[in-house]
């Protein structure tokens, strides 16, 4: 099982990361960040938009955050600006940042039941995997936004977990 240090420090990992992803992305025009590479969600932009989609539904389970009004299909055109896109993710990941300093063992350990739109039924998980399966889809679909920014010409930073969170953020053993 995760501990609350865990969830900590990929929520900070998180945040580090998009900022690195949306820095990279800024660089391109528009064009670039909208044409469908084929990715699981066509472009860069969609892709970036699934997954400020992704983070809002999990924290709709999590946290009480509001529930976006599409499912799945819609989630790559849920944020079609891309300013507004960027404010979106900064203050999504300062709000996930916020939760993970509430976040306790006994919260990780417990069940949590929620109704999957994706399933179509109501599903009962342990809090813990859910929570890493919402890192997890992050580092996979940011994945794939590093190499579309990466083959339309942009360069995102150094990506190794170990070397990029500022000490603080680290938990001490």
Same mark, same amino acid.
């Given at each position: 099982m995760i501990s609350p240090e865990w969830v900590r420090v990929m929520a900070a990992y998180n945040a580090e990361m998009n900022r690195r992803i949306y820095g990279a992305a800024d660089t391109l025009d528009d064009a670039a960040r909208r044409t469908d590479h084929g990715a699981f969600h066509g472009s860069l932009h969609g892709t970036l938009s699934h997954l400020l989609w992704g983070d809002a539904i999990w924290m709709s /389970?999590? #946290?009480g955050w509001e529930k976006p009004a599409v499912g799945i299909p +819609?989630? $790559?055109?849920w944020e079609p600006d891309w300013t507004r !896109?960027?404010? /979106? /993710?900064?203050?999504q990941d300062a709000r996930i940042c916020e939760w993970a300093a509430r976040v306790s063992a #006994?919260? !990780? %350990? %417990? $069940?949590?039941t929620w109704f999957s739109g994706a399933m179509g039924r109501e599903l009962t998980m342990p809090s813990w995997l859910l929570v890493t399966h919402m890192f997890n889809h992050q580092t996979h679909? /940011? +994945?794939q936004a590093h190499a579309l920014c990466t083959r339309a +010409? %942009?360069?995102? %930073? #150094?990506t190794d977990l170990p070397f990029i969170l500022p000490k603080e953020a680290m938990p001490h053993p």
């Open positions: /389970r999590f #946290d +819609g989630s $790559p055109n !896109l960027k404010t /979106r /993710r900064i203050e #006994d919260w !990780l %350990a %417990a $069940p949590h679909h /940011r +994945g +010409g %942009a360069k995102v %930073a #150094d």
